[in-house]
C-alpha cells in the first residue's frame, strides 16, 4: 500500500507556468507516443538507475570507499483501488534548484531542437522514442499513463527536500518538504480505461509491471522491487535478474537482450548496427561491450556533449559516464561499457589520463571498432552504406586526428565518383586505375551534384580517369593529412597545373597561348580584383572557363565554412583557366581588339567569371549584376 501524508508542507506553495515550447512538447509527448505507454516504466527506472550511479560516483569520489550495495534499491508500489503507482529510489536526489533546472524545463537548450525534429517525424509513433532519449526528457513520457504526476526529492548531503507536482497542462507547483531520507519518489495517478479499450495495459497489475521490467530493465544492476503475492503472503521481491549483461558468456546473449541494453544505454529505439563484445585476458584483463548505431544521434556535433559514450566499471563498480579516455573523438557515437579488473576502484579522472592501461584498452577499442565496420562494409555494402552516410563525417574526423590508424579509418571511407551512382572505397579506386594514371584525383564540392557538373572534370573523363567526389565539410580538413594511398599521391582536380595532354597537344596548347597572350593579360586586368592571372587550360575540352585555385591555397569550400564559423577571410585572388579551344574565346579576342567594344569587352569577362564561379557551385561577386548582365546578353543588348 501507498501510505498518505508522509511528508509535511513546511513553505508556501510556488506556481509555475512551462514555457512555451515545454506545453507544446507535453502535447506532442502524449499524442504521439501513446502507442508505447510501457516506455515510461522504462524511463523512469533508468533514471533511478543513474541516480544510484550518481551517488554510488560522488560516495567514492568523497570518501575513497565504495558504497553498501544494499542502501542501493529502486522499488516500485503499485495501489489499484487508488489508481496509484510510484517509483522510489535511494540515489543522489535532487535539490530544489536541480527540480527546476531538470523538470521544469524540459530538454533545457535542446527544447526547440526536439519540437523540430519531432515535427520533422510527422509525429510518427516509430520515431518518436528516440527523439525522446536523444533530448532528456523521458521523465515526462509519465503523461502517456497519469493524468498527475507528483516528484517528491531530497539530494545527498542536503537537508531540505522538494516536491513538484504537475498535470502536465501548462502549470507545475513547488514546494518545500519533509523527507527523511536522500533519493526521489515519483507518484503517478493512473488514467483509467476508456470504454472498448481492448490495448489498456494496467500498470497496477503485478503481472503487468513483472513483464515489463523484464523486457526492459532485466539487466538493471541494481534491485527492482516490488511486493507481490496476496494477503498474509506478500513478499518483497527483485523483479529483474541484476547481472549485468557484458559479464555473461557471449553466446548465452540473445540478440534482443543486447537490443534492450543498447535503448537503456541509449534512449534510441531503434536496434544496434553492430554489437561488439569481447573479453581481453592476460597481463591486462577487461570486458568490453560497445555498439554501433543505425542512426545518428542528434547531438553528436553538439560542441557541449561529451567525446564519449562509454561508461566505464571497474569490477563491475560503476566509476565514470562518458569516459573520454576510452575512445578517440571521432568514435564518440559509439556507446558501451568497459569493465576492468586491473585499475584502482577509486581511480580519478586525472589518472586516467596519465594510465598506461588506459591507452592500451583505448587502441584495442579503436582495432575492434575498425575491424568490425570494415567487416560490416565487405559482407553488407548496402547496410554500411546508410552507416556511413550518417556517421561518415564523425569517422572521417579520425582521418585527421589519428595519425596511426589513418590509412585504416581512410580504408572505411566510401566516396562517390565520376564511375557512376555506386559508391567505392580508395582500395577499389586503385584496383580500377589505369596503367598510366599515377595519381588518386579528387574533387571538392558543396554537393554532389555540383560536382558531377563541374567542367573541371572534362578533360578527366575524356582520358578515362576516374575522380572521386568529396562533399562533406570535414572533407578539406581530411586531404590536409590524407596526402597519399598506397603509394599514390592524392590531387585535387581543381588546384594548381593540370598534366592532362596528350602527346603533341602541350606544345599545341602553348603555342595557342602564346598568340592569346594579348587576350589573357586584357582579361586579367578587367578582372584584376578578382582574378592574380589568366591562363590556358588543359582541364577543360566543352566549358569555356574555370576556375583554379594554387596548390597549398583554401578551396571555396574552406572559406565558406570559416565564414559560417565567424572566421571571415580577404577573397583570394584565383587563377582563370580557358578553353582555348572554344568559340568564346574567339569571340572575346575580336571584342579586344576592337576598341569600340571595349564596354561589351569588359561586360563578358565579367559574364565569364560568373559562369565559371556557378559552374563550381560559387555565387558570383555581384549576384545582381551578374544576372543584369546575363538578362542584357539575353534580350540581344
Same mark, same amino acid.
Given at each position: 500500500?501507498?501510505?498518505?501524508?508522509?511528508?509535511?508542507?513546511?513553505?508556501?506553495?510556488?506556481?509555475?507556468?512551462?514555457?512555451?515550447?515545454?506545453?507544446?512538447?507535453?502535447?506532442?509527448?502524449?499524442?504521439?507516443?501513446?502507442?508505447?505507454?510501457?516506455?515510461?516504466?522504462?524511463?523512469?527506472?533508468? !533514471?533511478?538507475?543513474?541516480?544510484?550511479?550518481?551517488?554510488?560516483?560522488?560516495?567514492?569520489?568523497?570518501?575513497?570507499?565504495?558504497?553498501?550495495?544494499?542502501?542501493?534499491?529502486?522499488?516500485?508500489?503499485?495501489?489499484?483501488?487508488?489508481?496509484?503507482?510510484? *517509483?522510489?529510489?535511494?540515489?543522489?536526489?535532487?535539490?530544489?534548484?536541480?527540480?527546476?533546472?531538470?523538470?521544469?524545463?524540459?530538454?533545457?537548450?535542446?527544447?526547440?531542437?526536439?519540437?523540430?525534429?519531432?515535427?520533422?517525424?510527422?509525429?510518427?509513433?516509430?520515431?518518436?522514442? %528516440?527523439?525522446?532519449?536523444? /533530448?532528456?526528457?523521458?521523465?515526462?513520457?509519465?503523461?502517456?499513463?497519469?493524468?498527475?504526476?507528483?516528484?517528491?526529492?531530497?539530494?545527498?548531503?542536503?537537508?531540505?527536500?522538494?516536491?513538484?507536482?504537475?498535470?502536465?497542462?501548462?502549470?507545475?507547483?513547488?514546494?518545500?518538504?519533509?523527507?527523511?531520507?536522500?533519493?526521489?519518489?515519483?507518484?503517478?495517478?493512473?488514467?483509467?480505461?476508456?470504454?472498448?479499450?481492448?490495448?489498456?495495459?494496467? /500498470?497496477?497489475?503485478?503481472?503487468?509491471?513483472?513483464?515489463?521490467?523484464?523486457? $526492459?530493465?532485466?539487466?538493471?544492476?541494481?534491485?527492482?522491487?516490488?511486493?507481490?503475492?496476496?494477503?498474509?503472503? @506478500?513478499?518483497?521481491?527483485?523483479?529483474?535478474?541484476?547481472?549485468?549483461?557484458?559479464?555473461?558468456?557471449?553466446?548465452?546473449?540473445?540478440?534482443?537482450?543486447? =537490443?534492450?541494453?543498447?535503448?537503456?544505454?541509449?534512449?534510441?529505439?531503434?536496434?544496434?548496427?553492430?554489437?561488439?563484445?569481447?573479453?581481453?585476458?592476460?597481463?591486462?584483463? $577487461?570486458?568490453?561491450?560497445?555498439?554501433?548505431?543505425?542512426?545518428?544521434?542528434?547531438?553528436?556535433?553538439?560542441?557541449?556533449?561529451? #567525446?564519449?559514450?562509454?561508461?566505464?566499471?571497474?569490477?563491475?563498480?560503476? *566509476?565514470?559516464?562518458?569516459?573520454?579516455?576510452?575512445?578517440?573523438?571521432?568514435?564518440?557515437?559509439?556507446?558501451?561499457?568497459?569493465?576492468?579488473?586491473?585499475?584502482?576502484?577509486?581511480?580519478?579522472?586525472?589518472?586516467?589520463?596519465? !594510465?598506461?592501461?588506459?591507452?592500451?584498452?583505448?587502441?584495442?577499442?579503436?582495432?575492434?571498432?575498425?575491424?568490425?565496420?570494415?567487416?560490416?562494409?565487405?559482407?553488407?555494402?548496402?547496410?554500411?552504406? %546508410?552507416?556511413?552516410?550518417?556517421?561518415?563525417?564523425?569517422?572521417?574526423?579520425?582521418?585527421?586526428?589519428?595519425?596511426?590508424?589513418?590509412?585504416?579509418?581512410?580504408?572505411?571511407?566510401?566516396?562517390?565518383?565520376?564511375?557512376?551512382?555506386?559508391?567505392?572505397?580508395?582500395?577499389?579506386?586503385?584496383?580500377?586505375?589505369?596503367?598510366?594514371?599515377?595519381?588518386? $584525383?579528387?574533387?571538392?564540392? &558543396?554537393?554532389?551534384?555540383?560536382?558531377?557538373?563541374?567542367?573541371?572534370?572534362?578533360?578527366?573523363?575524356?582520358?578515362? $580517369?576516374?575522380?572521386?567526389?568529396?562533399?562533406?565539410?570535414?572533407? %578539406?580538413?581530411?586531404?590536409? @593529412?590524407?596526402?597519399?594511398?598506397?603509394? @599514390?599521391?592524392?590531387?585535387?582536380?581543381?588546384?594548381?597545373?593540370?598534366?592532362?595532354?596528350? %602527346?603533341?597537344?602541350? #606544345?599545341?596548347?602553348?603555342?595557342?597561348?602564346?598568340?592569346?597572350?594579348?587576350?589573357?593579360?586584357?582579361?586579367?586586368?578587367?578582372?584584376?580584383?578578382?582574378?592574380? =592571372?589568366?591562363?590556358? =587550360?588543359?582541364?577543360?575540352?566543352?566549358?569555356?572557363?574555370?576556375?583554379?585555385?594554387?596548390?597549398?591555397?583554401?578551396?571555396?569550400?574552406?572559406?565558406?565554412?570559416?565564414?559560417?564559423?565567424?572566421?571571415?577571410?580577404?577573397?583570394?585572388?584565383?587563377?582563370?583557366?580557358?578553353?582555348?579551344?572554344?568559340?568564346?574565346?574567339?569571340?572575346?579576342?575580336?571584342?579586344?581588339? !576592337?576598341?569600340?567594344?571595349?564596354?561589351?569587352?569588359?561586360?563578358?569577362?565579367?559574364?565569364?567569371?560568373?559562369?565559371?564561379?556557378?559552374?563550381?557551385?560559387?555565387?558570383? &561577386?555581384?549576384?545582381?549584376?551578374?544576372?543584369?548582365?546575363?538578362?542584357?546578353?539575353?534580350?540581344?543588348?
Amino acid at each position: 500500500m501507498i501510505p498518505e501524508g508522509e511528508h509535511d508542507v513546511t513553505s508556501t506553495v510556488e506556481k509555475a507556468a512551462f514555457q512555451a515550447e515545454t506545453k507544446e512538447i507535453l502535447d506532442l509527448v502524449i499524442h504521439s507516443l501513446y502507442t508505447h505507454p510501457a516506455i515510461f516504466l522504462r524511463e523512469l527506472i533508468s !533514471n533511478a538507475s543513474d541516480a544510484l550511479d550518481k551517488l554510488r560516483l560522488e560516495t567514492l569520489r568523497r570518501t575513497g570507499t565504495p558504497i553498501d550495495d544494499g542502501l542501493l534499491r529502486i522499488r516500485l508500489e503499485a495501489d489499484p483501488a487508488r489508481r496509484l503507482f510510484r *517509483v522510489v529510489d535511494t540515489g543522489i536526489g535532487m535539490s530544489r534548484q536541480e527540480v527546476i533546472d531538470n523538470i521544469g524545463t524540459i530538454a533545457r537548450s535542446g527544447t526547440r531542437r526536439f519540437l523540430e525534429a519531432l515535427r520533422e517525424s510527422g509525429e510518427a509513433p516509430a520515431a518518436a522514442p %528516440e527523439l525522446i532519449g536523444q /533530448f532528456g526528457v523521458g521523465f515526462y513520457s509519465s503523461f502517456i499513463v497519469a493524468d498527475l504526476v507528483t516528484l517528491e526529492t531530497r539530494r545527498a548531503g542536503e537537508p531540505g527536500a522538494t516536491r513538484w507536482t504537475s498535470d502536465g497542462k501548462g502549470e507545475y507547483t513547488i514546494e518545500e518538504i519533509e523527507r527523511a531520507a536522500p533519493g526521489t519518489t515519483v507518484t503517478l495517478h493512473l488514467r483509467s480505461p476508456e470504454p472498448g479499450d481492448e490495448d489498456f495495459q494496467d /500498470f497496477t497489475q503485478e503481472a503487468v509491471l513483472r513483464d515489463v521490467v523484464k523486457r $526492459y530493465s532485466d539487466f538493471i544492476e541494481y534491485p527492482v522491487e516490488m511486493e507481490v503475492g496476496e494477503g498474509d503472503g @506478500r513478499r518483497l521481491a527483485v523483479l529483474n535478474s541484476r547481472k549485468p549483461l557484458w559479464t555473461r558468456p557471449k553466446d548465452e546473449i540473445a540478440e534482443s537482450e543486447h =537490443s534492450e541494453f543498447y535503448r537503456h544505454l541509449t534512449h534510441d529505439w531503434h536496434d544496434p548496427l553492430e554489437t561488439i563484445h569481447f573479453r581481453a585476458e592476460g597481463a591486462l584483463e $577487461y570486458t568490453a561491450l560497445l555498439y554501433v548505431p543505425k542512426e545518428r544521434p542528434l547531438d553528436v556535433f553538439d560542441p557541449h556533449r561529451a #567525446a564519449s559514450r562509454v561508461q566505464l566499471y571497474v569490477k563491475r563498480v560503476f *566509476v565514470m559516464a562518458n569516459c573520454e579516455d576510452l575512445v578517440p573523438p571521432w568514435l564518440r557515437f559509439v556507446p558501451g561499457v568497459v569493465d576492468s579488473a586491473d585499475l584502482p576502484l577509486n581511480i580519478s579522472r586525472e589518472t586516467l589520463q596519465h !594510465n598506461r592501461q588506459m591507452g592500451q584498452i583505448r587502441k584495442r577499442l579503436t582495432t575492434k571498432v575498425i575491424e568490425t565496420l570494415a567487416a560490416r562494409r565487405d559482407a553488407k555494402r548496402a547496410d554500411y552504406r %546508410e552507416f556511413w552516410r550518417s556517421f561518415g563525417p564523425v569517422v572521417k574526423e579520425g582521418i585527421y586526428y589519428d595519425d596511426e590508424k589513418r590509412t585504416a579509418i581512410a580504408e572505411l571511407a566510401l566516396f562517390a565518383s565520376t564511375a557512376g551512382e555506386a559508391d567505392t572505397t580508395l582500395a577499389e579506386y586503385v584496383g580500377r586505375m589505369p596503367v598510366k594514371q599515377k595519381e588518386i $584525383y579528387v574533387l571538392l564540392a &558543396p554537393a554532389l551534384e555540383t560536382a558531377r557538373r563541374s567542367p573541371h572534370l572534362e578533360a578527366y573523363r575524356a582520358r578515362g $580517369y576516374e575522380v572521386l567526389f568529396l562533399t562533406d565539410p570535414v572533407d %578539406e580538413f581530411v586531404l590536409q @593529412r590524407l596526402t597519399e594511398y598506397g603509394g @599514390r599521391r592524392i590531387r585535387q582536380i581543381d588546384k594548381g597545373e593540370a598534366d592532362l595532354d596528350a %602527346e603533341g597537344e602541350e #606544345a599545341k596548347r602553348a603555342a595557342r597561348a602564346t598568340e592569346l597572350a594579348p587576350l589573357f593579360e586584357s582579361i586579367r586586368k578587367e578582372l584584376a580584383d578578382h582574378v592574380e =592571372s589568366v591562363r590556358s =587550360s588543359a582541364r577543360l575540352t566543352e566549358s569555356p572557363a574555370c576556375l583554379v585555385s594554387g596548390e597549398h591555397d583554401l578551396s571555396p569550400q574552406m572559406r565558406r565554412l570559416l565564414s559560417e564559423g565567424g572566421r571571415d577571410l580577404p577573397a583570394p585572388k584565383r587563377i582563370l583557366e580557358l578553353n582555348v579551344a572554344h568559340p568564346l574565346v574567339e569571340r572575346l579576342r575580336a571584342l579586344n581588339e !576592337n576598341d569600340a567594344d571595349h564596354a561589351r569587352f569588359a561586360d563578358c569577362c565579367e559574364l565569364l567569371l560568373g559562369q565559371a564561379l556557378v559552374a563550381e557551385g560559387s555565387p558570383p &561577386p555581384n549576384p545582381a549584376r551578374f544576372a543584369r548582365l546575363v538578362v542584357a546578353l539575353l534580350a540581344g543588348e
